[in-house]
């Protein structure tokens, strides 16, 4: 139809003053905001240690070979129906056992929840909803530092935040007495937000003891573990080892809450799959809180993508695919291992006499590297290096093309 | 060490006494659960929440082990032998996506593919839209119409004025719990007329017109759901002066633009009015039905503007809504739609069968009504045929959907909507029947 203007006598002025001139410009985002630079900078020399997001050694992001041949698995075969509002029932069975273990006894007693969710994010989102409207005065702690986006969830969830203390600056390693410390202060039905494994932004991880000590604090102390596992399997290159925090809590008897991501671990980003699983008392509770859980999604987004959890499914539950997929995960976790031992080795080459062996103890995608705002910011002007200001760097942009131009800058900048 | 290895134990052996006793009352469970080491859950408190009035159809229908069962409960549509569709341009384009192996998976901005929201826009907008054309519009990809609505909602929250949005009577059920998670408070509008099943439109001005000035005013774009009852060209002519008389915001649904008239451009003409005019709106798309997308969670939200520079700073604060809500969305079903609407001979083809699909439910409307009339069902069914889109609200009540269910097997919502593209030529004389029946035998 014509799209002629109306006569503007037919909107009065008053209508015609915009409503939206009061708003302003938001920040932004520091992590995303950094690959928005990366791609406008012409320099040819340019590396972007920035988001994180698995590249290969020549530097191009990766589908899985097991997520192609899921794919074609599907392809032609499916309806596209809507997804009840929990998701994809055999995917959320998949995740959980992937989780907590194929013959964990909460599984077998049906004493888990479990709702395929937008990825990571959204299962945190959702979690921090369901604490609000069923524990409204409840805590969430947050570590310090921690993934910029989880105050941005637990704050939009009008939850109330506190942090404890994670990272330690002079080892470059935990704070464990800070870390005991600040929970031992934790009113009573507090919820911890832990990393399960490979912690972001820093690569410090708690060890078995660690953790089991701070299972034994939890107990006694009466605080909700909340785990964010957005790496399993791309740690360590093993998803029992890369679980391990979890089954210790588990075998305390805890009943916990896990968010899951396989944005990481299977390379499907974009897709948005994950899985929110809360362990319950008993059946007819975890039944009681999926019901919930689901009517917070629904007037979210109604139910969950189709296309990524079909693939997680195809591939978890074929023993082939799955073979396939555990090397792949290996493959890429131990491309970064080795990237690490690369980057400190050129740097010790290099003479420089800061300590570096921090980047071969952190673990996961991330190197909390210690560098100042100042000095990553001269990284980026002077040598069009790409990370995010805390010092972060995503150790999966590094690769045998870059790691010296890497090292050498990083020792320019530190000297 | 040694209290710590006993507890251990205990926490181990506490995983070899029986299993947890089968689903009881709520306080014995709570009692029982407390009696090994670990306390009960904190959630203990829970109920269960019940099932959604419109997908709890579904699982009911499920479960009913009866052969001649009929599904005319959610609004999914079905071909004549009563399976979901995949469209051909869609299969088309999934395969040209698959093969293609320099596409990777990785996060898309958190607005979404800039090239479906292009697209998409300009899809309800027309091309020539004023809004376009002078960039004054803001498009992020959103998680279908639900998501849509639920980022334009949040954002009002956080940056309109009145926190009050106006609802249809009646509406889809979940708009709801959509404008209230989000923060705003949630008034209605006169809409339906029971008495002559149609539009109640003096009704509707009047309450327009009674609304505190700025309050964002939820329109259905086209194809009324649940009623199928849409305003005239002039009646929506009436209803864009009233809003925008009172400074109102309108903030249009457009989940089935193509799917109630057959055109595209016919199905967009209420929108299109409001843009026209100049002034601002909100605009939620949903593809799930007129690309049979459904699972795929594919829509977008439009936001028009009085200036470009407005758009911008729009856009950044909607990043701060969808990025602690689900970071970005999902890939694979707006790279299908993109591909669609992009590419010429896909998008023709795409018309051709999204005009299948209209035809095939306006002409079960006339096979339903002509099989009342043969069975002389008392009262007036004219509104079957009057009535656009996916559903049609008989005006059968509660007591009535109910006997047909149990006696019939027909699966409903209770409001009386049901849903035409569930019907089949092979359904058409069951669902007659019971009708009928109701309408004869049941209670009043």
């Not at chain 1, 799209?3 to 915009?18: E, K, L, Q, W, Y």
């Not at chain 1, 390693?173 to 919820?191: H, I, Q, R, T, V």
Request: proline share 5%; glycine share 8%; hydrophobic share 40%.
């Amino acid at each position: 139809m014509s799209t002629a203007a109306a006569p503007a006598s037919s909107v009065p002025a008053g209508a015609r003053s915009g409503w939206w001139e009061a708003v302003q410009p938001a920040a932004r985002d520091p992590i995303l905001g950094v690959t928005e630079a990366f791609l406008a900078d012409s320099d040819p020399k340019k590396v972007n240690v920035g988001v994180g997001a698995y590249r290969n050694d020549e530097g191009k992001p990766v589908v899985l070979e097991c997520v192609r041949k899921a794919e074609q698995i599907i392809a032609g075969k499916q309806n596209m129906e809507y997804l009840p509002m929990g998701g994809l029932v055999k995917f959320n069975d998949l995740s959980v056992k992937l989780a907590y273990g194929d013959t964990a006894p909460v599984l077998e007693e049906k004493r888990v929840a479990a709702v395929q969710t937008l990825s990571g994010t959204g299962a945190c989102r959702l979690f921090a909803d369901f604490q609000k409207r069923f524990k409204p005065d409840s805590r969430i702690y947050i570590p310090v530092p921690t993934w910029a986006n989880h105050h941005n969830i637990w704050r939009d969830a009008r939850v109330e935040a506190h942090t404890f203390r994670y990272y330690k600056p002079s080892t470059r390693g935990l704070d464990f007495e800070g870390l005991m410390e600040d929970l031992k202060k934790a009113p009573e039905g507090s919820f911890v937000l832990l990393h399960a494994c490979a912690h972001n932004p820093t690569g410090v991880d708690p060890t078995a003891d660690q953790w089991k000590e701070m299972s034994q604090l939890f107990k006694s102390n009466r605080l909700f573990p909340f785990f964010d596992m957005a790496y399993q399997g791309f740690a360590s290159g093993d998803t029992v080892r890369d679980a391990q925090a979890i089954r210790i809590f588990m075998e305390d008897g805890h009943q916990l809450a896990c968010a899951q991501s396989f944005a990481k671990n299977m390379g499907l980003y974009g897709q948005r799959v994950g899985c929110l699983s809360v362990v319950c008392d008993n059946s007819q509770q975890a039944v009681n809180v999926k019901s919930q859980l689901q009517q917070i999604a629904r007037p979210m987004y109604s139910n969950p993508p189709l296309h990524g959890a079909q693939i997680v499914t195809t591939v978890l539950s074929d023993p082939e695919l799955k073979e396939q997929w555990y090397k792949e995960v290996k493959v890429m976790a131990d491309r970064i291992i080795g990237m690490r031992e690369a980057l400190k080795s050129n740097l010790e080459k290099l003479g420089s006499s800061l300590p570096w062996k921090h980047i071969t103890e952190q673990i996961g995608m991330f190197c909390y590297s210690g560098l100042t705002e100042d000095q990553v910011d001269r990284l980026t002007k002077e040598f069009h290096i790409y990370m995010t200001r805390n010092g972060r760097i995503s150790m999966a942009g590094v690769t045998t093309g870059n790691v010296e131009y890497l090292a050498n800058a990083i020792h320019e900048v530190t000297k | 060490m040694e209290s710590f290895a006993l507890k251990r134990i205990a926490a181990v052996a506490s995983h070899l006494t029986p299993t947890a006793p089968p689903p009881q009352q709520q306080q014995a469970l709570s009692m029982e659960a407390t009696a090994s080491a670990a306390a009960a859950s904190v959630f203990d408190h829970l109920e269960q929440a019940p099932e959604d009035p419109i997908l709890g159809i579904t699982v009911a229908y499920n479960k009913d082990p009866h052969p001649g069962k009929v599904n005319l409960g959610v609004g999914a549509y079905r071909t004549e032998e009563g399976k979901p569709l995949i469209l051909n341009v869609v299969r088309r384009a999934e395969e040209r996506l698959l093969a293609d192996r320099s596409k990777n998976k990785e996060y898309l901005p958190i607005t979404g593919l800039a090239d479906f929201n292009k697209r998409s826009a300009m899809l309800i907008l027309g091309s020539d839209s004023p809004a376009v054309v002078e960039k004054r519009l803001v498009t992020a990809q959103c998680l279908s119409g639900t998501g849509s609505l639920r980022v334009g909602a949040e954002f009002l929250a956080r940056h309109y004025g009145v926190k009050l949005v106006f609802l249809p009577t009646p509406t889809w059920g979940n708009h709801f719990k959509v404008f209230m998670n989000a923060g705003l408070a949630v008034k209605t509008y006169r809409y339906y007329d029971n008495k002559t099943r149609g539009l109640d439109y003096e009704g509707m001005l009047e309450d327009i017109g009674a609304a505190p000035s700025g309050s964002v005013i939820l329109l259905h774009a086209c194809a009324h759901n649940p009623t199928g009852v849409d305003p005239t060209p002039q009646q929506w002519e009436g209803i864009r002066q009233a809003i925008r008389n009172r400074g109102h915001l309108p903030f249009f649904d457009s989940a089935y633009q193509g799917f109630a008239s057959g055109s595209l451009d016919k199905d967009a003409l209420a929108v299109r009015t409001f843009v026209a005019d100049g002034g601002e709106c909100f605009i939620a798309q949903s593809f799930a039905k007129n690309m049979g997308l459904y699972g795929e969670r594919v829509g977008a939200l439009s936001i028009v503007s009085k200036s470009s520079g407005v758009a911008t700073r729009v856009e950044s604060q909607l990043k701060l809504v969808i990025r602690p809500m689900y970071s970005n969305p999902p890939i694979h079903g707006a790279s299908i739609v993109a591909l669609v609407l992009g590419d010429g001979d896909l998008f023709s083809e795409w018309t051709v069968e999204l005009k299948g699909m209209a035809d095939r439910i306006i002409s079960m409307r006339h096979k339903l009504y002509d099989a009342l009339r043969a069975r002389g069902t008392p009262g007036d069914w004219t509104h079957i045929l009057k009535q656009i889109g996916m559903f049609s609200f008989t005006g059968l009540n509660k007591e009535q959907v109910q006997f047909m269910t149990r006696e019939y097997r027909i699966y409903m919502t209770l409001d009386g909507r049901i849903s035409m593209a569930g019907l089949s030529l092979k359904t058409v004389p069951l669902l007659a029947d019971a009708i009928h029946a109701a309408v004869t035998g049941a209670k009043a």
